[in-house]
């Protein structure tokens, strides 16, 4: 799976109660600090997700097209931990976080697909916080 990839059948249906909106190059979507708002699955584009600064145990990454951003701030309800800025002209579905709740409250089967977006990015921070912590890097 590519990074932060949503299952087509939460993409769907992000889709079917998102706002489409249309992001240009330089745009922030969210800051690192800001208060959560709610989610935004990508169409097309891409999007720098990261800290302000690129310090070396915790470089950005460019997430593209199906990728799901603002996850863990949403479900948590607490301020976004990352930085986005749109790379390249992107399109993408904004959710708010009340619509999100209400989706995942009435089919609880998509939980899983988000568990698995949520693992995906756990296991990204942990393979980050090894490559600082070896030796000699």
């Known amino acids: 799976m590519g990074t932060l990839i949503a299952p087509d059948s939460l ?5 079917s109660i998102g706002t489409k909106i249309q992001k240009g190059k330089g745009a922030i979507l969210f800051r690192r ?7 935004y699955l990508v ?18 990454r460019l997430i593209g ?4 951003l603002g996850l ?9 931990s990352l930085t986005a800025e749109i790379m390249e002209e992107s399109e993408l ?3 708010p976080a009340d619509k999100l709740r209400q989706l995942l409250r009435k ?12 693992t995906e990015e756990l296991n990204q921070t ?7 912590h070896k030796p000699g890097t």
């Open 11 to 15: 993409k769907t249906q992000l889709e």
């Open 33 to 39: 600090g800001d208060g959560m708002s709610g989610v």
């Open 43 to 60: 169409l097309s584009g891409q999007i720098r997700l990261g800290l302000e600064r690129d310090p070396r145990g915790f470089p950005s």
């Open 65 to 68: 097209e199906g990728s799901v």
């Open 72 to 80: 863990p701030s949403t479900l948590s309800n607490s301020p976004y």
């Open 93 to 95: 579905i904004f959710v």
């Open 107 to 118: 089919q609880p089967q998509l939980c899983f697909d988000v568990m698995s977006i949520l």
């Open 126 to 132: 942990r393979t980050a916080l090894e490559r600082l």
